[in-house]
Structure formats: C-alpha cells, structure tokens
C-alpha cells in the first residue's frame, strides 16, 4: 500500500471518529439545554435587572454572545468554536450552590462574574456556565446518563480507534491543519489586546462621533434653553441612550413646554431625570417615564406640590432614624441601589422608624456620626457594604441591630475612610489621563469599582497609545462600540 493510500485511509477514519464524537457531544436538543440552564438564565436573565441599566446591558450583550456559541456546536459539520470570554452579572437565588458567593455579592444583590469558554460541546459548555455562576448541576444527571448511554452505543458500533499525534512535519508535508496549534491560535484570540481593538475600531468611532457631532450640539442647545427656561437644576438620564435618543426625548418636553408653559413650571429648581418610569426619586428629582405621553407627564407637574411634601416628610423620618441610631446618616445613592421611587422609600422609611420606636435604643447621640445606612426591603441578617455603608432591612430587630452597628463602626470608618481616598485618587487619575492621552472623554460604568478603574487609568497612561487620542473611552467590562463613536474598554484589558 502506498503512503499516499495510507495516509488517505487514516484520514479517513479519523474524520469519520471525530464526527461521530461531536454527533454524539452535539446530541442535546435545544428545550434540554433551555432546561438544564433554567436556574442560569433565572439568576441573570435581564428582565430582573430592570432597575440596573448598565448590568442588564452587559447581561443582554453576554447572553446573545452565549447562544451563538452555544448555536455555533449545534450546527452539523462544524470544527470548532473559537473561544470566547463572558462577563455576568448574577443575582443571588436560594439555587446557589457556593454558600462562599454570599460573601461577593454587594448590597444589590447581584455579583459580577467572568469566564471564558473554549468547550467544544454543548454538554460540558452548559457544565461549564453553571459551575461558572456557583449554580447546581445536579439536574443534569439525567442528561449525562443519556449522553453516555449514547456514546457507548454508538462507539460499539465501530471499530477501536487511536487518534494519531502526527509530527509537525506531516501536517508541513500534506497542508493539513495542526489541531494543537489551531486551538493555540484561538485561546489567543479569546480577548484581544487593547492596541488590536483600538486599530480596527478607532477609524470607526471616530467617523460614528463626527457623524453625531450635530445631534450632539443639538442635544446641548434643547437641554441649556430648557433649564434656563424654567430654571432647572440640571437634565440627566438615568440609561445610557444614544445622542439621538436624548433628542428625542428633549424635543418631545420642549413641545409640551410649548403646549402647556404653566405645568413647566412647577418644574422650577428640580433635576429633570429621563427615566422608565414618571414620579420623584429619593434624591427629589423629577423623573419622566420615557414611554409616558404628554398627559401623564402634566398630570405629575400638576401633582409636583404634594409630592414635596411627601419628599419633606422622608426627610424629616432620615433625621429622626439619625437621632435614634446615634448620627448615622441614611443615604440611598444610585451607585448602590435602583433609583427608588418616593413613595416607596417613605413606606420603607415608615416601616423601619415605628420597628425603631417599639424598642428604645441605648445609642450615644454622636457615636455613629459619620456613617451612613442603606434600607432594603424585607428581612435578611444586618451587613457592612465594601464601601463602608450599613446595608440594614426595614423588619431588623432593634436589639440586633444596636449591637451589629456598635460592634462594626471601628471597620465600617475604615472602610469609608479608605473609599474617599480611593474616589480621590480616582478623579485625580482621571483627570490626569484626560490631558496626557489628550481623551475628549472618560468615564466608567457604575460596577467598575474605584480600584479597578485606578488599575485601568494607571495602565492606560504607562501605555500611552498614540490610538485613544481625541476618543470618547468608557472603561467597562467588554469591549464595544458605541452608536455615536464612543468606545467601551474592559478595565483588565489585555497589552
């Protein structure tokens, strides 16, 4: 026989081993895999994260690349799948396998996570997800039995097989693809390096921000004539909409300020907020739901005045709370939880004042000042938030609450001492990255903590790439490109 044969007959089987092994790897169907992924998607699904814009726009953004490469090792006759890296932002559910996991999750009750896929699949990927996320796999024992019940009946059915491990000069010899160097070439590819990503995109951002530079002038012109018009404090957004979005929404309140000039100014003094819902945040900002018409929009600047005094009253129940609780400070910022609506924090505020007043406290009245105390909802154990905030429920026992506030003040002034030398050090790097990378703009998502954007600006400025001169740089937790030319950056990137 001669090699050429040889060779051609080795081939051969191998291919005809390896198709059988993905057929047999590749065997589940798609309402199996929707259901041994049924507690994943149910902790990071975006439609519980509607009150955090940004985590769910990296869930959404990581769940469609995740259903492609899980498509990608369901389709016939597909060699591989190049490796991909995924960020999530995954909600603490009582399906939780890790009991460690508690401990990341911040007061909002949700905890980032990253990993990269290189499976090849669709059995191990979705292994692979779970495990990721601290989820259980027991359920899929069921499927793992079928899978090797499978494959023993089909690897019976064929002859014992070897797989080859070729010299690297037969791959040289006959033009074939080396497998190892292959699946090298795509872990490398796993995450580009930041000069990679800025060469292939920055013509792009910039041409998108040019092109968008007259909504943008557009969008400064509407929102400076409407808060001198009636004397706004500010207008700001609570999402991350594109420039022409923001017109939109400016052009449709400058129409009803047209309509109905005497409803706008009720508006006189308050923060405007384009939000998901109309109503008044904790903070006292008016916000605008950005799906309502102009009839609810007038009837709430009709209701403006007894909405004050709502806004009044959950400030006199902050200072009593403070009075009680020895000077601690009740904040809601956020940075730290949803923007809560008005009505729903003076409940909360309520709830949690009259628990305070059922048992009197032995609290000095200047112990805790200083402090600060963020309310959520329902029962859970009383915790001290990375930053230095009491994180307390509304239904907290008094005399638990007294001993875990005393027991945690010394860490908890730590922590919030070492947090505003962080935030300090952060604008400092900011702006000293503005001006020496000679960035329009640079900003970061509210999940990129203050140390990880330290650590990004610190590299970006050892770096000094010729690339970010003149864009607009979001520090994220991905790479993308923005509709009007602005660029997310993951604050790990890789040099």
């Known amino acids: 026989m001669s090699l050429h044969c040889l060779l051609r007959g080795t081939i051969r089987l191998e291919r005809k081993h390896v198709a059988t092994r993905f057929f047999l790897q590749r065997a589940l169907s798609g309402a199996e895999v929707i259901n041994a992924l049924r507690p994943f998607y149910f902790a990071v699904h975006p439609d519980f994260f509607g009150q955090y814009p940004r985590e769910r726009q990296v869930n959404e953004n990581s769940l469609k690349r995740l259903n492609g490469y899980l498509e990608n090792l369901q389709k016939p006759g597909s060699r591989s799948v190049q490796p991909i890296k995924l960020t999530f932002y995954v909600r603490e559910t009582k399906d939780s396998s890790d009991p460690q996991q508690a401990l990341l999750t911040s007061a909002t009750g949700f905890r980032s996570v990253s990993f990269a896929l290189h499976t090849k699949d669709v059995l191990s990927t979705v292994k692979n997800v779970l495990k990721s996320c601290s989820l259980p796999v027991e359920h899929m024992k069921g499927l793992q039995a079928l899978a090797k019940a499978s ?99 400016l052009q449709s309140l400058n129409r009803l300020s047209m309509q109905n000039p005497e409803a706008m100014l009720n508006l006189q003094g308050h923060t405007v907020v384009f939000a998901d819902q109309s109503g008044m945040n904790a903070s006292g900002d008016v916000m605008l739901g950005t799906t309502d018409v102009h009839h609810q929009w007038t009837k709430l600047f009709e209701q403006l005045s007894s909405i004050r005094v709502l806004h009044q009253q959950t400030q006199w129940l902050k200072e009593r709370i403070s009075l009680l609780l020895g000077g601690v400070e009740v904040i809601h910022t956020e940075r730290l939880g949803p923007a809560e609506p008005i009505t729903e924090l003076y409940s909360s505020l309520c709830t949690f004042h009259n628990n305070l007043i059922s048992q009197r406290l032995c609290l000095h009245p200047r112990s805790l000042e200083g402090l600060s105390l963020i309310l959520e909802k329902g029962r859970s154990s009383p915790r001290l938030h990375e930053m230095g905030q ?101 604050w790990d990137w890789k040099s």
């Open 151 to 249: 494959q023993s009946s089909a690897e019976a059915s064929i002859p014992f097989y070897r797989p080859i491990k070729w010299d690297k000069s037969y791959y040289t010899f006959t033009g074939f693809r080396d497998p190892e160097e292959e699946e090298l070439q795509q872990a490398t590819r796993v995450e580009p390096t930041l000069n990679m990503w800025l060469q292939k995109n920055e013509a792009e951002a910039t041409k998108k921000h040019n092109d968008s530079l007259p909504r943008r002038k557009e969008l400064k012109r509407l929102k400076e004539k409407l808060c001198l018009k009636f004397d706004l404090a500010d207008i700001r957004w609570q999402r991350s909409w594109g420039v022409a979005h923001r017109c939109a929404q």
């Open 390 to 490: 009491y994180v307390i429920s509304t239904n907290c026992d008094p005399a638990r609450l007294q001993a875990f506030l005393q027991s945690h003040a010394s860490i908890a002034r730590e922590r919030t001492q070492h947090q505003k030398l962080l935030q300090a050090e952060e604008d400092a790097v900011i702006e000293l990255c503005l001006h020496s990378l000679s960035l329009q703009n640079l900003s970061k998502e509210p999940s990129v903590t203050c140390s990880q954007m330290i650590l990004c600006c610190k590299r970006l400025l050892d770096q000094r790439s010729p690339l970010m001169l003149g864009l607009h740089i979001c520090v994220s937790h991905f790479y993308s490109l923005m509709q009007d030319g602005d660029l997310c950056i993951p």
